[in-house]
């Protein structure tokens, strides 16, 4: 990783795809630190600080910014959520289907949409959050603040989202890797000192230890999954075309045994997270209100709320694999070009194949997932350490996976200059 940056900084178009990440990545860190309008901070440090595990979650995936009700306190979670949505509406909407499927027009036009639907997001979970500090238990975050201030708030929290999400799309566009990715990164990353330091604070040698042992373990294994291989041969015979005879060969196609990679945590963790912070903002704190047992009762650690991620975690991962990799699409392609599977038709039977082929591996991904993202929260209730969000298996599985997908990009770049710089020589 540190060759490739090397390599990269000695490109100057790479340097400055570089250098553009870090600024715009610098910026969303710097959002959150602006508070919002009219908020007291000496109650925010007495209060918000030591919140439930929901709010903690809530602020561990914004980078510290909802504890410091900031601009950015809603961080990138409303696009998130929006996206799902949409994702699931397009298999669904046949509307959506045509779009979907006009390439890049109709691509805009669903981004458009889900922009939209972030919007309207936002402005509902911002209204939301201003309930939840009005309440009697968070009373003097807004105190003698008057409708006008209200509104405000609302407004101001709902333009963070949309800037965060402005950025992450820059990111992606002009900078290096997926921009949604590496801001939900820098975000988890930017807790990471505060957790170390309250780990070696309130925990004794032995338990550090072990944590240290199952971070290193859980890193290798997110790493060798993420990398593993089937390799499907695939065998091209020899064909006339024109008065060109084309040479026939044996080769390859790799099927990734983690295919969605970090997406299915990214939805699981924000779909999930989502009605449950919904809940604890509308009740206002309240635990005895319908809405606040209902929060109270999901709560991040707890059976349910472990059982229902697992079970999220599973259902995207083939669902975002299915969008990927399209089996007939693939077998097609290769009856076309001459190729075959060896022992297989072509055409249904390829198709077919690959199929059973994918499904089975992505079964193992995606337990994987499940088991990594799982395992850390029951670690820590048997150890009693309560939730660390740097140390669960969520965040470095996001975090790991994040750093492999840019890296890997990072090295796609860099080969294809290099490749151009050999053509331009000869």
Same mark, same amino acid.
């Given at each position: 990783m540190l060759?490739?940056?090397?390599?990269?900084?000695?490109?100057? *178009?790479?340097?400055?795809?570089? @250098?553009?990440?870090?600024?715009? %990545?610098?910026?969303?860190?710097? /959002?959150?630190? +602006?508070?919002?309008? /009219? &908020?007291? =901070?000496?109650?925010?440090?007495?209060q918000l600080l030591n919140?439930?595990?929901?709010?903690?979650?809530?602020?561990?995936?914004? /980078?510290?910014?909802?504890?410091?009700?900031?601009?950015?306190?809603? /961080? &990138? @979670?409303?696009? $998130?959520?929006?996206? $799902?949505?949409?994702? !699931?509406?397009t298999v669904a909407i046949p509307r959506l289907q045509e779009l979907a499927k006009e390439g890049e027009t109709g691509q805009q036009k669903i981004t458009q949409y889900t922009r939209y639907f972030t919007l309207a997001l936002a402005f509902v979970q911002s209204i939301a959050m201003v309930l939840f500090f009005r309440s009697g238990q968070f009373g003097d975050v807004l105190g003698g603040a008057t409708p006008i201030d209200y509104f405000v708030v609302v407004i101001t929290l709902t333009t963070g989202v949309m800037l965060t999400m402005w950025l992450g799309e820059l990111i992606t566009q002009h900078g290096l890797g997926n921009g949604?990715? !590496? %801001?939900?990164?820098?975000?988890?990353?930017?807790?990471?000192?505060?957790?170390?330091?309250?780990?070696?604070?309130?925990?004794?040698?032995?338990?550090?230890?072990?944590?240290?042992?199952?971070? +290193?373990?859980? +890193?290798?294994?997110?790493?060798?999954?993420?990398?593993?291989?089937?390799?499907?041969?695939?065998?091209?015979?020899? =064909?006339?075309?024109?008065?060109?005879?084309?040479?026939?060969?044996?080769?390859?196609?790799?099927?990734?045994v983690n295919m969605a990679g970090v997406i299915p945590i990214i939805f699981a963790s924000s779909l999930l997270i989502f009605p449950v912070v919904l809940g604890q903002f509308a009740s206002g704190?309240?635990?005895?209100?319908?809405?606040?047992?209902?929060?109270?009762?999901?709560?991040?650690?707890?059976?349910?709320?472990?059982?229902?991620?697992? %079970?999220?975690?599973?259902?995207?991962?083939?669902?975002?694999?299915? +969008?990927?990799?399209?089996?007939? *699409?693939?077998?097609?392609? !290769? =009856?076309?070009?001459?190729?075959?599977?060896?022992?297989?038709?072509?055409? =249904?039977?390829?198709?077919?194949?690959?199929?059973?082929?994918?499904?089975? %591996?992505?079964?193992?991904?995606?337990?994987?997932?499940?088991?990594?993202?799982v395992l850390p929260y029951l670690i820590s209730g048997v150890m009693n350490l309560g939730t660390s969000i740097f140390i669960g298996g969520t965040s470095m599985l996001i975090v790991v996976g994040v750093s492999l997908d840019t890296v890997r990009q990072l090295e796609s770049q860099l080969m294809m200059r290099n490749y151009e710089g050999f053509l331009k020589k000869r």
């Open positions: 060759g490739a940056l090397g390599n990269a900084w000695r490109v100057p *178009e790479l340097r400055q795809k570089l @250098m553009y990440t870090a600024m715009l %990545i610098a910026l969303y860190r710097l /959002g959150a630190f +602006v508070p919002l309008p /009219g &908020i007291d =901070r000496e109650a925010i440090s007495s919140s439930n595990p929901i709010t903690g979650l809530f602020s561990a995936f914004t /980078g510290g910014a909802f504890s410091n009700l900031a601009v950015f306190s809603l /961080g &990138i @979670m409303p696009y $998130i959520t929006a996206a $799902i949505v949409i994702q !699931l509406l949604i990715s !590496l %801001i939900i990164t820098a975000s988890i990353m930017s807790r990471a000192p505060q957790a170390l330091r309250s780990l070696f604070e309130d925990g004794d040698v032995l338990t550090i230890v072990v944590l240290a042992l199952l971070a +290193v373990m859980i +890193v290798a294994a997110i790493v060798f999954v993420n990398e593993g291989q089937r390799r499907i041969p695939i065998t091209y015979a020899k =064909r006339q075309v024109g008065r060109r005879m084309s040479q026939g060969g044996t080769t390859y196609l790799p099927l990734k704190g309240d635990q005895d209100s319908l809405l606040g047992r209902f929060a109270l009762f999901f709560t991040p650690g707890n059976a349910p709320y472990l059982f229902l991620y697992a %079970i999220l975690i599973l259902m995207f991962t083939y669902f975002y694999t299915a +969008v990927q990799f399209n089996p007939i *699409e693939h077998a097609d392609n !290769l =009856r076309k070009s001459g190729g075959y599977v060896p022992g297989i038709r072509p055409g =249904r039977p390829t198709a077919e194949y690959l199929n059973s082929v994918l499904t089975r %591996i992505t079964l193992f991904g995606a337990v994987f997932l499940a088991v990594v993202a």
